[in-house]
């Protein structure tokens, strides 16, 4: 064999080896890229860029399936606008206008994507404001905020349906003073108060 032959057949194979090591090399890296995505990055992705407000579905611990436009996340939370409720549990689930709800990612079972929005949240793209300032706020401050309001709430929880008026917010608690929706939180209208762990809350949807 002539030399020349045999230094091509030396770098032919080397070439071969480098790029096997690069492309295994870029796999492992991807691997671990997508091993540190959390539930909340996978989410935000999908509002990141020019394709409008993403809507999708959510299945909640209790079974139930909502239809949500996600406008903010927290640090365990996500604030959206409710399209609608799963038709099949509950009739009448499409909302003729759309009403404002927190659902804290400890009440998330599935979501449910297309195959695009399944892609765009895999890109695991954040913005700068939400990773600067919403990572720091956690479910207690919102509640705490809806408090102050005293905004009138629909509260879903896993022991059921409850409307009212928060009247405080502990460490792992909140106080829900419970009249019927559309009424404002006087003393003759409240009908029993409640402490709600808030390991219990599935969706707080504003009245």
């Known amino acids: 064999m002539r030399w020349d032959n045999l230094f091509d057949d030396l770098e032919g194979q080397l070439d071969r080896e480098l790029n096997a090591e690069q492309i295994d090399l870029r796999a492992e890296e991807e691997r671990l890229r997508l091993g540190r995505l959390s539930l909340r990055t996978r989410l935000t992705s999908l509002t990141v860029g020019s394709l409008g407000p993403a809507v999708f579905r959510i299945v909640l611990t209790s079974g139930e399936t909502v239809t949500l436009r996600p406008t903010s996340f927290g640090r365990d939370w996500l604030a959206a606008d409710l399209l609608g409720f799963d038709p099949d549990r509950e009739p009448g689930g499409?909302?003729?206008a759309p009403a404002q709800c927190v659902?804290?990612?400890?009440a998330v079972a599935a979501v449910i994507l297309t195959g695009d929005q399944m892609d765009r949240s895999l890109s695991g793209e954040e913005t700068a404001s939400a990773a600067r300032m919403s990572d720091r706020i956690g479910l207690s401050f919102v509640l705490r905020d809806l408090c102050?309001?005293?905004a009138g709430l629909e509260v879903r929880t896993t022991g059921g349906l409850l409307t009212g008026t928060i009247d405080r917010v502990g460490r792992d608690h909140l106080d829900l003073a419970v009249h019927p929706p559309g009424t404002a939180r006087r003393s003759r209208d409240v009908q029993h108060?409640?402490?709600?762990?808030?390991?219990?809350?599935l969706l707080v949807r504003l009245g």
Not at 103 to 106: G, Q
């Open 148 to 150: 102050r309001r005293r």
């Open 193 to 201: 108060f409640r402490l709600v762990p808030l390991a219990q809350l």
């Open 103 to 106: 659902v804290p990612f400890a």
């Open 94 to 96: 499409a909302l003729s």
